[in-house]
Nanobody, 115 residues
Framework: QVQLVESGGGLVQPGGFLRLSCVAS????????MGWYRQAPGKARELVAR???????GYADFVKGRFTISRDGAAKTVFLQMNSLKPEDTAVYYC?????????WGQGTQVTVSS
């Protein structure tokens, strides 16, 4: 059974940093379309960062220069390095991956930016 498990969320002060991880486990032949999304209370889920099908990185305008998406060599773990965090970055962060033919989502990890 394939699943994605995120970790690394927490409470951080404005200007601080966090590193999120998302590990895929189970029977996996290939992964693609790895990305991070977030959902703040009362708002729709939105794209934060992703790898495109050709391996380039794409970022939402509101995180450019602050967040970096990366992955391990086996392409089963995706990371989100978040620097210079702002209160408006507070949200539940979800990773997603296309594993074989299907899209999978993690359970989400809470990120709270507050003094």
């Amino acid at each position: 059974q394939v699943q994605l498990v995120e970790s690394g969320g927490g409470l951080v002060q404005p200007g601080g940093f966090l590193r999120l991880s998302c590990v895929a486990s189970g029977s996996i032949f290939s992964t693609n379309d790895m990305g991070w999304y977030r959902q703040a209370p009362g708002k729709a889920r939105e794209l934060v960062a992703r790898f495109t099908s050709i391996g380039s990185r794409g970022y939402a305008d509101f995180v450019k220069g602050r967040f970096t998406i990366s992955r391990d060599g086996a392409a089963k773990t995706v990371f989100l390095q978040m620097n210079s965090l702002k209160p408006e970055d507070t949200a539940v962060y979800y990773c997603s991956m296309r594993i074989d033919l299907y899209m999978y989502w993690g359970q989400g990890t809470q990120v709270t930016v507050s003094s």
